[in-house]
């Protein structure tokens, strides 16, 4: 039934990383919107056998070989053991959520892992969270690919807001500051 | 007795400006606010759905589908629609309630004043902008909450008459009829502020009358809401409406005119900068009320509302917080308590209060500053009175141009418009699909809106009012109860199975799918034998059913004729047991008195040959719709005669 499905997707929590925050996975495509939202659209992979649903817009992050990242996610079970594997099946690291059944750790990108983009996820009993890891090379230098570097900001919103109100403090001081007309 | 509510009896220095400047400058707001959306097409982001005919809503007869918040104001809105077109009138009607709302708390901020509190032009603006093109305000016009828009323009207007509701009756039914007219959303604010406001001003002997006066208006949206729920109408759970206060700085932000419930269709004041400008604002607002309360007191209007304010606060953030979370929750998922629903829709009735409130407190402050360090007296006030504007435009300029691009335009698909010439040509019932009540939808940039199909389309259309927040069962908040049959349709197409048989049983002649986000599901359409694919375009397919019987089919299976020239009213030829493609609801009468019977799937079956079907409570709605109107002329004659001018809700006294 289609609303067990949302019910599913809603419950799975998410997993964040360097404050990027993730959608979870669920064994179910959890397809429709209700009035609380949209659940993100999944496809399924398969591979040994058995199947697992990864969402389509898990968000990535870029890394070196051997750089240390905080992680941290939601919606285990209080005291679950959480498993944090590379894509290869290597795991990264065992931790216990706590009694809200979130958890945060750190974990280590292998010394040995192939340049590119890698899948990483949090196993916690039923429920699977993923991240995507873009491995790059310990340095990067002279890279032209021919298009110019986005430069900018993801938060102009909020900046222009906080310079409005900067501007009329600003003007207020200035008004204030003037030294009254006499009579 | 005091013949109106009084307002700063010292009178102000004379501006320079000229009186018009409130109007003005919130016409311009109000035009960046819709910014994008001038250029032209339709608006569509979550409740806010725009088609290019806006109907009158069924609800304004007590018909449904659904409970309505858009009664009685989107009637206004319809007959506008048909003049202009719904876009045109949207726009405008949007533009002019945040104006009007701009001014309202510009001039409300000045009358509220006590004595000797000067809070000059940029004060003025400070309120306005918090008030009119503030979080709150943003948020609402983003998610196309038209009745509290409507409370954004109104409010600030008939507030001091609301917190002095005994003084003059036919002053206080005329500002419970304004918020009135803002449906459930602006009536229980309406009706919250004058119950506070009489609680405040102790007179037992006279709280009939100004509870009546407040009470009376309301029937125009209570009467078919009651009428909606005794046939059937529902509401599911009201948890997902929470007032959201997520992490340390979600609290303070509420101040400010956060804790919308779905916090990604909130607009403005959120993170650490919503959190200051709440504290802020907060802050500044008590010092405010401080000295509204000692200098005028409780009984004051100003001082009832004060207790508005703080009122409006604590329902808000009765949803939120932990304990009062549940016992909130039971109350709102009664049917009494679905109006209080949504609790931070009571912001309203603190940010009404707080923005002028902070403004009067940051006068103050700066005041208290300098009275102690006289030093550089005129740079302090002058800053501190900066400090409300300087945090209105904070949390509110990132979400003027376009509400962060939920009003950006839209373009119906042309696949839309050709189904719909073609079902206007050969009419009868329409199911829409996908069957979903909040379809995420392409063509809006994927924003996700209200189903927009049924508008567009006009005429019967089935489609869903399940808003999905619970699993399983029956939860169509809906009096249609063929939606019921559908929803078990849908899921055997969605097993792959044809459906085409049953909907002729249901007597559905058209199957519309739109090719959005879930359309996936109905494979089986196209393979189903009993279904003729008419129309398939990259935008939408539609199928016809075979086998339809007609609008309303004999015992004997024989099609007969319906016509229905208002919703209320039905004409039919078709004999004794015949079934109609008519949403079935009790109140249906045939000739003068005989019910008409629903049938298992929720149509009416005639039980008598034809004639004349009329909707019996929809008589009692309109002649009750009437008889608040003439009240209201016959106020406004009372009014006017007495004050000389309509609208005067404060004159300043002595």
Known sequence: MIRSKVKAAILAGAFVATGLTLVAGTPASAQDCGYGGCPPITTTTTSGGGSTTIPDDIPTITVVRGETIDVDGQGCAPGAEVTVTWDDGTVLGTFTADENGNFSTKITIPSNATLGVHLVTATCGDVEQFINVNVLAETVNNVDDGTLARTGSNNTGPLIGIGAAAVVLGGAFLYGARRPRQA | ?654
């Not at chain 2, 018009?20 to 606010?33: D, E, K, Q, T």
């Not at chain 2, 403005?268 to 709440?278: H, L, S, Y």
């Not at chain 2, 019967?460 to 069962?473: C, H, K, Q, T």
């Open chain 2, 1 to 654: 007795m005091s013949v109106l509510p009084t307002s700063n009896p010292t009178a102000p220095a004379r501006s320079r400006l000229p009186g018009w400047w409130p109007w003005a400058l919130g016409v311009m707001l109000g035009l960046v606010v819709v910014g994008p959306g001038l250029s032209g097409g339709s608006l569509l982001s979550l409740d806010l759905l725009v088609t290019p005919d806006i109907p009158v809503p069924n609800g304004v007869y007590g018909l449904g589908p659904a409970l309505s918040q858009r009664v009685p104001l989107f009637a206004i809105l319809g007959v506008g629609s048909a003049a202009v077109g719904g876009p045109v009138i949207t726009k405008v009607f949007l533009v002019v309630c945040l104006a009007t709302g701009f001014a309202g708390a510009a001039r409300l901020v000045r009358v509220m004043a006590p004595a000797g509190t000067e809070v000059g032009a940029l004060g003025q603006v400070a309120a306005g902008v918090l008030w009119a093109v503030g979080p709150y305000a943003l948020t609402r016009v983003g998610v196309g909450h038209i009745n509290l828009v409507w409370v954004v323009a109104v409010l600030p207007w008939v507030l001091p008459r609301l917190c002095r509701p005994a003084d003059h009756l036919p002053s206080t039914y005329l500002a419970a009829l304004a918020m009135a007219i803002g449906g459930p959303g602006g009536g229980t604010l309406g009706v919250t502020a004058a119950a506070v406001a009489l609680l405040v001003q102790p007179a037992p002997r006279r709280h009939l009358r100004p509870a009546a006066a407040v009470l009376i208006p309301q029937l125009v949206w209570v009467l078919p809401t009651a009428v909606l729920l005794w046939a059937g109408a529902g509401v599911t759970g009201a948890m997902g409406f929470s007032t959201r206060a997520d992490g340390v700085a979600g609290w303070p932000a509420l101040l400010a005119g956060n804790g919308f419930w779905r916090q990604d269709h909130q607009v403005g004041a959120t993170g650490f900068v919503g959190a200051v400008a709440g504290l802020i604002i907060g802050l500044l607002a008590l010092a405010g009320g401080i000295r509204i309360v000692r200098t005028l007191g409780w009984r004051s209007w100003q001082g009832a509302a004060t207790a508005v304010g703080v009122t409006g606060l604590v329902l808000a953030l009765a949803s939120a917080l932990p304990l009062v979370r549940d016992g909130y929750e039971v109350l709102t998922d009664l049917p009494i308590g679905a109006p209080l629903r949504e609790s931070q829709r009571f912001t309203a009735l603190w940010l009404v209060w707080a923005a002028p409130s902070a403004v009067i407190g940051a006068v103050s402050v700066g005041r208290w500053l300098t009275d102690r360090a006289p030093a550089r007296a005129r740079l302090v006030r002058a800053a501190v009175a900066a400090v409300p504007l300087a945090v209105a435009l904070a949390v509110s300029v990132p979400g003027w141009w376009g509400v962060d691009g939920r009003l950006e335009p839209v373009e119906y698909p042309a696949g839309w418009a050709a189904v719909r010439e073609t079902i206007a040509d050969r009419p009868g019932t329409v199911v829409a699909l996908p069957w979903l009540e909040y379809p995420q939808l392409s063509f809006a940039d994927g924003r996700q809106a209200f189903n927009p199909m049924p508008d567009f389309l006009g005429g019967d259309v089935i489609s869903s009012y399940d808003p999905l927040f619970e699993a399983g069962g029956d939860h169509q908040e809906q009096v249609d109860r063929r939606s019921v049959e559908v929803d078990r349709l849908v899921a055997e197409l969605e097993a792959g199975q044809a459906v085409s048989r049953q909907l002729a049983d249901l007597g559905v002649r058209w199957v519309v799918l739109a090719r959005e986000r879930g359309a996936e599901d109905y494979a089986a359409l196209a393979a189903d034998p009993g279904l003729d694919p008419v129309l398939t375009v990259p935008d939408v397919e539609l199928y016809e059913v075979r086998d339809w019987s007609g609008r309303a089919t004999g015992p004997d299976g024989t099609a007969h004729d319906v016509s229905r020239p208002i919703p209320p009213l039905i004409r039919t030829d078709a004999p004794d047991g015949s079934v109609l493609s008519v949403a079935g609801a009790p109140g249906w009468v045939q000739g003068w008195a005989r019910p008409v019977a629903v049938t298992g799937d929720g149509r009416l079956r005639l039980e008598g040959t034809g004639g004349t079907l009329w909707f019996w409570p929809a008589i009692v709605i309109l002649v009750t719709d009437l008889a608040v109107a003439g009240l209201g002329i016959r106020c406004l004659a009372s009014r006017r005669g007495r004050f000389g001018r309509i609208l005067a809700p404060v004159r300043p006294r002595g």
